[in-house]
């Protein structure tokens, strides 16, 4: 993960970074939290919110199904991305520290979002195909065998 961020952040983007869970009645994201500690305080704005809905659309919904939010506005400089990603590639090995949900991490600089599901890999989304060809020119040693002939017919470029 380190080799995608050093080449798709840079220290003076502006990220907002998207947490959420699933919950189960009072349980919530605390201000305490490992992800939290990730961040400079006096520079970093956060906003918490609880859904009482499901975040999944396919559950049902039952009493006491919840999703909590945080979303965290910050220059990259003040982010501790490394400590992020190892405690999100810790959640599937359950060892500590490990980062609980989907943290998403939207860069409105290059306006990109990034989103590393586990320790195996993740997803680079934007609506800027140039930008998106452009990393995969560089990053094509990380592009999986499987996905390589339709990213490569959607963002046209050669291989």
Not at 111 to 119: A, H, P, R, S
Request: net charge positive; proline share 3%; glycine share 6%.
């Amino acid at each position: 993960m380190g080799e995608i961020h050093d080449v798709t952040i840079n220290s003076d983007d502006e990220i907002l970074i998207l947490h959420q869970i699933y919950v189960f009645k009072r349980r919530k994201i605390r201000k305490y939290s490992y992800l939290l500690k990730q961040f400079e305080a006096s520079s970093a704005s956060m906003q918490f919110k609880r859904n009482k809905t499901s975040i999944y659309n396919e559950w049902p919904n039952r009493k006491g199904d919840r999703s909590c939010q945080v979303i965290i506005g910050d220059r990259a400089a003040y982010i501790n991305f490394n400590a992020i990603y190892l405690g999100i590639a810790n959640m599937d090995f359950n060892r500590r520290p490990f980062i609980e949900g989907e943290v998403y991490v939207l860069n409105l600089t290059k306006q990109t979002v990034t989103l590393m599901y586990d320790d195996r890999g993740c997803d680079l989304i934007s609506p800027n195909a140039e930008l998106l060809g452009k990393y995969y020119k560089k990053l094509t040693n990380l592009i999986l065998e499987l996905n390589r002939p339709e990213i490569t017919q959607r963002l046209q470029v050669g291989s």
